[in-house]
């Protein structure tokens, strides 16, 4: 896990840049919070209120996730308000963080926008029962959440504006469906039930920490969509919070709320939850534990007690979402994985036809941004995969089998990228066997996501001059590559997941 954690590969430094500008964007936040006189507590609500708005808002442009930051305040404030104004009123207040918890969830359904404000309105609600928001604090918790949010768009837009060209984003949930079959719907009712019974067991434990169970349920079915991912994910939160706990019992604790070498450990925190959260879920929620140790810290409420009742209440909402997850209208992962697997096909099909046609003189095709989205869908793709590779996964024949599917797809990726910047090629001319060997590969993605259609009879390739385009026959390489990784994946897509695989 530790070098998967450092090894991981980091194109462009991507990660290493939105870690380094979080860091910066927060430091300033809470500068400018703590500058114009404001207290500990909304000091703490600015600055986390600027890691949300850094990590979550992830439109596919720029100008969609300025218009994402601007929107944040009109969900975040009204609840911040509902959440000090239900202070005093536990019953009330117990029903509506279930409410916002499935209605965060529920706003998934508006892509890549609905996700980010769902997730500020939770933590919203979620902060305020952190620091026992009451109403009489509110005027200065709003000036320091819209303080640090500018602060925040400043380093983001202005400051440190590298996101220029962007790929598609990562898809949150399979699209379609209707009622209690889309899965926003279906995750929301979820998050409701794993919420109340969270909420319930975490109140017997503790009347003061109790929203930690309820947090700890509804992150863990972010980015999942069937029960293998949810139980998953259930598992890594539980293992970095633990992990997070014995590293904030030998740092946070001894320091005892020191400004200074907490500040600094707040950074580095902060730097490990932006730079591993793409690549470990177990360590971004390690850095997460330590974070909030070093918070109750500065707050004067750190001891040892407290951090055992976090790993107690992180359990119980582990708990909670694996109970709902299985009980209340559960999907199974094989059949999440079919629809992941399935959309990543067709667009490799996409692709293909958008080359041909670009080889063919079509100014207007671009594979390119398909080339980018089938990138997109395999990541989702291996996190729907993710429970079946596990290492503690006993289902040897479906691990292997997974195993084998992700290798081929990733087969499929190079050769789509291979075939999208041959495309690029402005000298590249048509040749009629692309045609050909496009309709072939055509085919075989209709064998793979149709099942009981049978392979085409293969066409002969094109009698075409001698003498040929070096891009056309560089093209032709990565189709036939196409077709042969497409054929590969017809044995362990359409056989058993039960049966051993038998390579050809």
Request: proline share 6%; aromatic share 6%.
């Given at each position: 896990?530790?070098?998967?954690?450092?090894?991981?590969?980091?194109?462009?430094?991507v990660?290493?840049?939105?870690?380094?500008?979080?860091?910066?964007?927060?430091?300033?936040?809470?500068?400018?919070?703590?500058?114009?006189?404001?207290?500990?507590?909304?000091?703490?609500?600015?600055?986390?209120?600027?890691?949300?708005?850094?990590?979550?808002?992830?439109?596919?442009?720029?100008?969609?996730?300025?218009?994402?930051?601007?929107?944040?305040?009109?969900?975040?404030?009204?609840?911040?308000?509902?959440?000090?104004?239900?202070?005093?009123?536990?019953?009330?207040?117990?029903?509506?963080?279930?409410?916002?918890?499935?209605?965060?969830?529920?706003?998934?359904?508006?892509?890549?926008?609905?996700?980010?404000?769902?997730?500020?309105?939770?933590?919203?609600?979620?902060?305020?029962?952190?620091?026992?928001?009451?109403?009489?604090?509110?005027p200065?918790?709003?000036?320091?959440?819209?303080?640090?949010?500018?602060?925040?768009?400043?380093?983001?837009?202005?400051?440190?504006?590298?996101?220029?060209?962007?790929?598609?984003?990562?898809?949150?949930?399979?699209p379609?469906?209707?009622?209690?079959?889309?899965?926003?719907?279906?995750?929301?009712?979820?998050?409701?039930?794993?919420?109340?019974?969270?909420?319930?067991?975490?109140?017997?434990?503790?009347?003061?920490?109790?929203?930690?169970?309820?947090?700890?349920?509804?992150?863990?079915?972010?980015?999942?969509?069937?029960?293998?991912?949810?139980?998953?994910?259930?598992?890594?939160?539980?293992?970095?919070?633990?992990?997070?706990?014995?590293?904030?019992?030998?740092?946070?604790?001894?320091?005892?709320?020191?400004?200074?070498?907490?500040?600094?450990?707040?950074?580095?925190?902060?730097?490990?939850?932006?730079?591993?959260?793409?690549?470990?879920?177990?360590?971004?929620?390690?850095?997460?534990?330590?974070?909030?140790?070093?918070?109750?810290?500065?707050?004067?409420?750190?001891?040892?007690?407290?951090?055992?009742?976090?790993?107690?209440?992180?359990?119980?909402?582990?708990l909670?979402?694996?109970l709902?997850?299985?009980?209340?209208?559960?999907?199974?992962?094989?059949?999440?994985?079919?629809?992941?697997?399935?959309?990543?096909?067709?667009?490799?099909?996409?692709?293909?036809?958008?080359?041909?046609?670009?080889?063919?003189?079509?100014?207007?095709?671009?594979?390119?941004p398909?080339?980018?989205?089938?990138?997109?869908?395999?990541?989702?793709?291996?996190?729907?995969?993710?429970?079946?590779?596990?290492?503690?996964?006993?289902?040897?024949?479906?691990?292997a089998?997974?195993?084998r599917?992700l290798?081929?797809l990733?087969?499929?990726?190079?050769?789509?990228?291979?075939?999208?910047?041959?495309?690029?090629?402005?000298?590249?001319?048509h040749?009629?066997?692309?045609?050909?060997?496009?309709?072939?590969?055509?085919?075989?993605?209709?064998?793979?996501?149709?099942?009981?259609?049978?392979?085409?009879?293969?066409?002969p390739?094109?009698?075409?001059?001698?003498?040929?385009?070096?891009?056309?026959e560089?093209?032709?390489?990565?189709?036939?590559?196409?077709?042969?990784?497409?054929?590969?994946?017809?044995?362990?897509?359409?056989?058993?997941?039960?049966?051993?695989?038998?390579?050809?």
């Amino acid at each position: 896990m530790l070098k998967r954690m450092f090894v991981a590969p980091d194109p462009g430094r991507v990660r290493l840049r939105f870690a380094v500008r979080a860091v910066l964007g927060i430091m300033v936040a809470a500068a400018a919070s703590g500058i114009t006189g404001h207290s500990l507590a909304a000091v703490i609500t600015g600055g986390l209120a600027a890691l949300l708005a850094l990590f979550t808002v992830a439109d596919p442009t720029v100008r969609g996730q300025a218009v994402t930051t601007a929107l944040l305040p009109a969900v975040g404030l009204p609840v911040l308000a509902l959440a000090a104004g239900l202070h005093a009123h536990p019953l009330a207040r117990d029903v509506a963080f279930v409410a916002v918890a499935a209605a965060g969830v529920y706003a998934r359904r508006w892509g890549a926008r609905g996700h980010a404000l769902g997730v500020f309105g939770f933590m919203t609600f979620f902060v305020a029962q952190f620091l026992h928001t009451v109403p009489g604090q509110l005027p200065r918790l709003f000036t320091s959440v819209l303080l640090a949010l500018a602060a925040a768009a400043a380093v983001r837009f202005g400051v440190w504006c590298y996101e220029r060209r962007l790929p598609p984003p990562l898809v949150p949930v399979l699209p379609g469906g209707r009622g209690l079959a889309r899965t926003t719907t279906r995750q929301a009712a979820q998050v409701a039930v794993a919420g109340a019974v969270a909420l319930g067991i975490g109140q017997l434990l503790s009347q003061d920490r109790w929203y930690w169970a309820v947090g700890a349920a509804w992150w863990i079915f972010v980015n999942t969509a069937s029960r293998g991912e949810t139980l998953v994910r259930g598992f890594r939160r539980v293992a970095g919070t633990v992990l997070g706990i014995g590293v904030g019992a030998l740092v946070a604790v001894p320091l005892e709320g020191a400004a200074l070498p907490t500040a600094v450990l707040v950074a580095l925190c902060v730097f490990g939850i932006f730079y591993t959260a793409a690549v470990s879920y177990t360590w971004m929620m390690l850095a997460v534990t330590v974070l909030v140790g070093l918070l109750y810290g500065l707050l004067g409420v750190l001891e040892p007690a407290l951090l055992a009742l976090r790993v107690l209440e992180t359990g119980v909402g582990a708990l909670a979402a694996a109970l709902a997850v299985l009980l209340v209208l559960p999907v199974s992962t094989h059949a999440t994985n079919d629809a992941w697997i399935q959309r990543a096909l067709h667009c490799v099909h996409r692709c293909t036809t958008e080359a041909a046609r670009r080889l063919a003189g079509d100014p207007e095709a671009d594979p390119a941004p398909l080339a980018a989205e089938l990138e997109t869908l395999l990541v989702r793709a291996r996190l729907s995969v993710a429970p079946l590779v596990h290492p503690l996964s006993p289902l040897r024949a479906r691990k292997a089998r997974a195993r084998r599917v992700l290798a081929l797809l990733d087969d499929c990726a190079r050769e789509v990228r291979g075939l999208a910047a041959v495309a690029a090629d402005p000298q590249a001319s048509h040749d009629a066997r692309l045609a050909a060997a496009c309709r072939r590969v055509e085919a075989a993605v209709r064998v793979l996501v149709a099942p009981g259609v049978h392979p085409a009879a293969a066409e002969p390739e094109a009698e075409t001059a001698a003498a040929h385009h070096p891009g056309a026959e560089a093209a032709l390489r990565h189709l036939h590559g196409l077709e042969r990784v497409l054929a590969d994946l017809v044995a362990p897509l359409h056989t058993s997941p039960r049966a051993p695989l038998v390579d050809a």
